[in-house]
């Protein structure tokens, strides 16, 4: 999925500095800042016990398909309920025949539709263009079929989170958006004309089943006990909450008070201490010196809010810090915007082995 600071492209990087580092001491991980839940994702099919934890809602219902998870799911009671209905295909899952019933549903006009689309909103002095009408509407009726199945009794939690996962993973491939959902775009991008259709998620069926937290990780900080301690919080000030609202907003379907141009939700409580320098560099204090950990890792990058001296500072306080930096591809443009001038951005590796 496109989410800031995804580290998917970065895992061997990660895995390569870790591994020779001595830096994956046991078999437990901690993901304290899941997001896509990536990372968590990697070391679990590595074999490692994996808890992860994100404050967005739909960072756990992804959590819980690719972590709380290990195997494809049989849907045995949902498969008797719409047997009729299903179209077995050769070879198919059972997995891939339902997602086939849920693309050929029909649309529903609910919230999504009536809030988020242009045709839901045209009465308002804006309309909203972040999907198409019949996207919107599909979106709507996929979600709602979801939530009707869980309250019926007929899919099992891990088969619910993965339906709910599909929707969330599939979603993105269709929002008239350039990247994040703070706005949309004013005309349609090619890829938000496409009828939506629901893509399988490549699960994560070897490896333990881990945990999955939906909790300002700072609460978990005094009951952690882990091995190694993974840390991937935001760089910036700009915060995870309203730039994933519609993503937040689908997986919860709670019908929230949208305000703005972009209907962003209330995320009051969904703040981050990291997206505020004074703060992060506290609250990073405090999971240094509070969680159990035999090596904490702190992935960032050069342009991040937290200065290196002032990181490695407050890391040294609990053990022997040391920094692993990469050119990544990624490019900071001068301020005239001439190529020549690029700058480089370096993703950073901060290994804190506990005294
Ligand atoms: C850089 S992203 C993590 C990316 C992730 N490693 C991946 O590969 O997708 C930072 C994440 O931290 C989460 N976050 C920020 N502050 C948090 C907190 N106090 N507790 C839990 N999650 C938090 C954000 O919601 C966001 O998902």
Same mark, same amino acid.
């Given at each position: 999925?496109?989410?800031?600071?995804?580290? @998917?492209?970065? %895992?061997?990087?990660?895995?390569?500095?870790?591994?020779? !580092?001595?830096?994956?001491? /046991?078999? &437990?991980?901690?993901?304290?800042?899941? /997001?896509?839940?990536?990372?968590?994702?990697?070391?679990?099919?590595?074999?490692? @016990?994996?808890?992860?934890?994100?404050?967005?809602? =739909?960072?756990?219902?992804?959590?819980?398909?690719?972590?709380?998870?290990?195997?494809?799911?049989?849907?045995?009671?949902?498969?008797? =309920?719409?047997?009729?209905?299903?179209?077995?295909?050769?070879?198919? @899952?059972?997995?891939?025949?339902?997602?086939?019933? %849920?693309?050929?549903?029909?649309?529903?006009? /609910?919230?999504?539709?009536?809030?988020?689309?242009?045709?839901?909103?045209?009465?308002?002095?804006?309309?909203?263009? =972040?999907?198409? /009408?019949?996207?919107?509407?599909?979106?709507?009726?996929?979600?709602?079929?979801?939530?009707?199945?869980?309250?019926?009794?007929?899919?099992?939690?891990?088969?619910? =989170?993965?339906?709910?996962?599909?929707?969330?993973?599939?979603?993105?491939?269709?929002?008239?958006?350039?990247?994040?959902?703070?706005?949309?775009?004013?005309?349609?991008?090619?890829?938000?004309?496409?009828?939506?259709?629901?893509?399988?998620?490549?699960?994560?069926?070897?490896?333990?089943?881990?945990?999955?937290?939906?909790?300002?990780?700072? +609460?978990?900080? !005094?009951?952690?006990?882990?091995?190694? %301690?993974?840390?991937?919080?935001?760089?910036?000030?700009?915060?995870?909450?309203?730039?994933?609202?519609?993503?937040?907003?689908?997986?919860?379907?709670?019908?929230?008070?949208?305000?703005?141009?972009?209907?962003?939700?209330?995320? !009051?409580?969904?703040?981050? +201490?990291?997206?505020?320098?004074?703060?992060?560099?506290?609250?990073?204090?405090?999971?240094?010196?509070?969680?159990?950990?035999?090596?904490?890792?702190?992935?960032?990058?050069?342009?991040?809010?937290?200065?290196?001296?002032?990181?490695?500072?407050?890391?040294?306080?609990?053990?022997?810090?040391?920094?692993?930096?990469?050119?990544?591809? &990624?490019?900071?443009? !001068?301020?005239?915007?001439?190529?020549?001038?690029? @700058?480089?951005?370096?993703?950073?590796?901060?290994?804190?082995?506990?005294?």
């Amino acid at each position: 999925m496109r989410f800031i600071g995804n580290k @998917t492209k970065l %895992l061997s990087y990660i895995d390569d500095i870790l591994s020779k !580092n001595n830096a994956l001491p /046991g078999e &437990r991980f901690f993901d304290f800042f899941a /997001g896509t839940a990536s990372v968590g994702k990697y070391f679990k099919e590595k074999g490692y @016990t994996v808890t992860s934890s994100d404050i967005l809602y =739909f960072s756990y219902v992804l959590q819980q398909a690719y972590i709380h998870n290990s195997k494809e799911p049989s849907f045995d009671k949902l498969g008797k =309920f719409i047997s009729n209905k299903l179209a077995p295909r050769l070879m198919s @899952t059972p997995y891939e025949e339902v997602l086939d019933y %849920l693309n050929s549903i029909q649309g529903t006009e /609910g919230y999504i539709y009536k809030n988020f689309t242009e045709e839901g909103t045209k009465t308002t002095p804006t309309p909203r263009k =972040f999907f198409k /009408g019949d996207n919107g509407k599909k979106i709507d009726a996929i979600r709602q079929t979801i939530e009707g199945w869980k309250k019926k009794g007929l899919l099992s939690k891990n088969e619910y =989170f993965i339906l709910l996962a599909t929707l969330i993973e599939s979603v993105p491939f269709y929002a008239n958006i350039s990247g994040v959902y703070g706005a949309f775009l004013k005309s349609y991008d090619p890829r938000a004309k496409k009828d939506l259709r629901l893509r399988p998620l490549s699960l994560s069926t070897k490896g333990p089943v881990g945990s999955a937290f939906n909790r300002n990780s700072m +609460e978990l900080v !005094n009951s952690i006990e882990t091995d190694t %301690l993974y840390l991937d919080p935001p760089y910036n000030a700009r915060q995870y909450a309203p730039n994933y609202h519609l993503l937040e907003t689908i997986a919860e379907y709670d019908d929230p008070e949208i305000k703005g141009v972009a209907g962003i939700r209330p995320y !009051n409580n969904q703040k981050s +201490e990291f997206c505020n320098p004074a703060t992060a560099l506290e609250a990073l204090g405090k999971i240094a010196g509070g969680a159990k950990y035999k090596v904490l890792v702190l992935s960032y990058n050069s342009e991040g809010i937290m200065p290196q001296k002032k990181i490695l500072e407050v890391l040294s306080k609990h053990g022997n810090a040391k920094i692993y930096e990469v050119d990544y591809r &990624r490019f900071k443009s !001068n301020s005239n915007g001439n190529a020549e001038h690029k @700058t480089h951005i370096k993703e950073q590796l901060y290994v804190l082995k506990r005294a």
